[in-house]
């Protein structure tokens, strides 16, 4: 009866959200956890094949997405949170919104993304066939905590999946190390050649996670994911299941995943990883991955991930939220060698993480390389970004709390195309934004 | 041109967040005056450092697990850098550098022996102390504000504290104090880049680094800090 009635609730707390126009996804899920505490237990007991999460500091939500549109391509029915809501009360949310007023679901399969800090609590209640974790690097200091205490709680949470079978980023050696633990059953994926200039940036992981001693680094893919191995105890890059080589990032991205060629319309190296990431899980599932690279053909990447925006020049929304992730975001924006404006927004609200300190571990000097036009400075630490450009002896061309006012500005520039770089918390209303403009324009242009 | 050297200590361990930025500050401050900067890092694996041609060092803060290897390595530094402070040699020691300076810093099951350059003693506390910070220190006008997350709790002892905290926990969260202020070490529990915000504080300690050098010093011309005095005031408005 209790299961019942938290997916009622689920399900009118869903409504009243709409009309109000509240889309939290959390909410609901915590309200439903109140009325039945083991309600992830009860739902995710109507899953019929299997349930694939994916943990880790980066990539989540997009390697979440690519294995639901994998299995959807399949024809499989698949239960997924789409939008990110990776904490406890999400997971609830999104099984109760997926169960009939009967409380039955009907799924062959779900994935969730789910946030690190969170999985010690799912586990106690989910328990997934498959766990991908892609990646390891500083994030929100100031709400995880260090990366140690993120690694702690990994293990805690595998400790309640004995049986789980884990698919690791062999290129990180931090998320690697999870395939040593006793009793879990791990394959790793990995990139086993050098593809990108070496670039300068704080790096986790030089420390070999069996003995202590630094590593070495044969070369980096970005952070400290590379091929590195320890000379003092010998430890080194597992042996990669899943193996991407030949790789060019001239039109889109062409690559071969264990020699099986896959391309790929958007940009951003990290994409890589998330599609050998999610064609690890499926296999590692047990998932037929013989036309892996059609399925691709329908997966249309997630809001703010390089998400472009046709105006009088092309603008780009990307989600830039930690110092890998921002690193990652300027190696594609550079990669674009049209002249450009480059728009910045830093947020500093909880979800963001409230310390902005990470900024200082960000390579911003490599913006600086004659094809950017203007660049401006926004967000609630509009002065901290400006600050950490003049230090870096790069020219702020606007410092201004008003974003919509910004974008207008650069449309009218002799630039061909505006990027616009932004923290989780600023994502949506960009993006909101960005459509009001877009129709604003539109108009316009009927009135000529 | 006089030329002024910055050591960073340890920045392959102890660079939890940002600390990068501290060094980028005293070191583009003092080029913008025409001065010529060197930065050596001694990192962990070739562990060089000569303190008599150090005119600033620079220790940033590091997880618990790095604190402990990083602590065996400074233990053997130990009578240089007693002896570089007490020559009144400039140290600027941030969040678990701050600790590590003291007699000791106690976690739940063990004991990590400090440099014990400063008199004071850091335990564990149950909780962490997170959030922005907004200080006032005697020595310039201008308040210090940052960023603070830590779990020790550090008693000074009859040590002078840094400043008096106006918004956040400092020291212990509730003796209302951050940091310590000895000779010419200025330690504090305010992490990352604390010094871009705080353009006064980086000109305290600049100014500390040339007066030791050269008796005859003047003063350091002014900047245009206005960028600087912005960011520091919106920090003032927004959580003060």
New interface residues.
């Given amino acids: 009866m209790r299961k019942l009635l938290a997916i009622w609730a689920v399900k009118i707390l869903s409504i009243v959200g709409k009309l109000i126009g509240r889309k939290s996804s959390n909410a609901p899920g915590v309200v439903a956890l109140k009325i039945c505490p083991d309600i992830i237990r009860k739902c995710s007991k109507d899953i019929k094949k299997g349930t694939i999460v994916v943990s880790g500091t980066n990539g989540k939500t997009t390697t979440n997405n690519m294995i639901y549109a994998e299995l959807k391509s399949l024809g499989f029915q698949v239960i997924c949170n789409k939008l990110g809501a990776n904490m406890i009360g999400g997971i609830a949310t999104t099984l109760c919104q997926e169960a009939n007023i009967l409380g039955r679901i009907h799924a062959d399969y779900a994935c969730f993304e789910i946030d690190e800090a969170s999985t010690v609590k799912i586990f106690d209640q989910l328990t997934p066939q498959v766990m991908v974790i892609t990646n390891l690097f ?1 994030d929100q ?2 709400r995880y ?4 205490i993120t690694m702690q709680k990994l293990k805690t949470a595998l400790k309640k999946a004995p049986k789980i079978k884990l698919v690791l980023n062999g290129d990180d050696p931090l998320t690697a190390s999870f395939g040593t633990l006793e009793n879990v059953e791990a394959t790793y994926y990995g990139i086993s050649e050098k593809v990108l200039p070496q670039i300068n940036e ?1 790096k986790e992981g ?2 070999c996670q069996q003995c ?1 001693k ?1 590593l070495k680094f044969e070369y980096y893919h970005y952070s400290q994911l590379g091929n590195y191995h320890c000379p003092s105890c010998g430890a080194k890059r597992p042996k990669i299941d899943y193996e991407v080589k030949n790789v060019d990032l001239r039109k889109g991205m062409n690559f071969t995943i264990n020699e099986k060629p896959i391309h790929i319309d958007y940009k951003g190296f990290y994409n890589i990883y998330n599609v050998v990431a999610s064609y690890g899980a499926c296999c590692a599932m047990g998932i037929d991955t013989e036309n892996f690279a059609e399925s691709f053909k329908g997966y249309k990447p997630q809001i703010g991930r390089m998400e472009q925006f046709e105006f009088n020049k092309p603008v780009i929304l990307n989600l830039s939220k930690n110092p890998a992730g921002f690193n990652q975001s300027i190696q594609t924006v550079l990669q674009d060698r049209r002249k450009k404006d480059i728009i910045i927004t830093i947020n500093d609200n909880y979800n963001d993480g ?8 960000v390579d911003f000097a490599k913006l600086n390389d004659g094809t950017m036009n203007t660049l401006t400075c926004t967000g609630l630490r509009l ?2 970004i ?3 450009f ?4 790069i020219h702020v061309d606007e ?1 201004s709390a008003d974003v919509k006012d910004a974008v207008r500005k650069s449309l009218n520039t002799d630039s061909d195309v505006v990027y616009l770089l932004v923290t989780y918390s600023a994502l949506y209303a960009t993006q909101k934004l960005l459509k009001e403009l877009k129709k604003e324009w539109e108009e316009n242009l009927c009135k000529r | 041109m006089q030329e002024i050297t910055i050591l960073h200590l340890f920045p ?2 102890l ?7 501290n060094i ?2 005293l070191k ?1 401050r003092l080029e913008w005056r025409g001065y010529q900067v060197k930065v050596v890092r001694c990192t ?2 070739d562990n060089q450092m000569d303190l008599t041609h150090t005119d600033i060092v620079f220790i940033g803060g590091g ?3 790095e604190q402990k ?1 990083v602590c065996s390595k400074l233990l053997e530094k130990k009578k240089e850098l007693t002896e570089y402070v007490e020559n009144d040699g400039v140290v600027l020691a941030v969040c678990g550098a701050y600790q590590l300076l003291g007699k000791y810093y106690k976690l739940d099951d063990e004991t990590i022996e400090g440099l014990s350059i400063l008199d004071i003693t850091t335990e564990r506390g149950e909780t ?1 102390l ?3 910070v907004i200080a006032q220190s005697p020595l310039f006008e201008q308040p210090i504000v940052g ?1 603070e ?1 830590h779990g020790g709790r550090t008693i000074i002892n009859n040590h002078e504290p840094l400043a008096k905290i106006i918004k956040g926990y400092g020291n212990t969260g509730d003796t209302g104090y951050e940091g310590v202020h000895y000779k010419n070490v200025f330690a504090t529990y305010i ?3 604390l010094l ?2 705080n353009p006064q504080f980086c000109d305290e300690i600049l100014s500390c680094a040339l007066r030791r050098k050269d008796p005859n010093f003047k003063g350091l011309e002014k900047l245009d800090d206005s ?2 005095n ?2 520091n005031e ?1 920090i003032i408005k927004r959580f003060g």
């Fill in positions: 500083r200091l100031d905590g260090e990366i140690d704080v030089q420390f202590g630094p409230t310390d902005v300190s990470w900024l200082w571990d002065y901290d400006a600050l950490r003049k230090y870096e002896d410092i | 392959d361990l660079n939890l967040y940002g600390d990068t930025g980028a500050c583009k962990v694996e997880s618990d697990r290897i962490r997170i959030g922005n960023f997350n992490h990352g880049p871009p915000k960028l600087e912005q960011a919106a």
